[in-house]
């Protein structure tokens, strides 16, 4: 992940390794609910259950984070103790 406002070489990159899982049907209402809370406060609009949920074209997904890296003054990565 890097800050694509700032100018080439003088910003920060993180680096996360983890798993992602589309969620299952049982657990897209929280989902939704949570990425909604989100995606209104950034005048998207409100996401539902149909729109993430079969035949809809695109689906919610969970990520869990393993390892987060940041770069060195050399370019090489370092990992993040959280």
């Given at each position: ?12 990159g993180v ?6 899982r589309?969620l299952?049907?049982h657990?897209t ?6 990425y909604?809370k989100?995606s209104?406060?950034h005048?998207?609009?409100?996401l ?5 949920s ?5 689906r919610l ?7 987060i ?7 090489h ?6």
């Amino acid at each position: 992940i890097f800050d694509s406002t700032v100018p080439p070489g003088t910003g920060q990159g993180v680096y996360v390794l983890g798993v992602a899982r589309e969620l299952p049907a049982h657990e897209t209402a929280d989902g939704v609910e949570i990425y909604s809370k989100r995606s209104v406060g950034h005048g998207t609009g409100e996401l539902t259950v149909e729109d993430v949920s079969p035949p809809a074209r695109h689906r919610l997904y969970q990520a869990t984070a393993e390892a987060i890296y940041v770069l060195d003054d050399h370019d090489h990565r370092v990992e993040v103790s959280l």
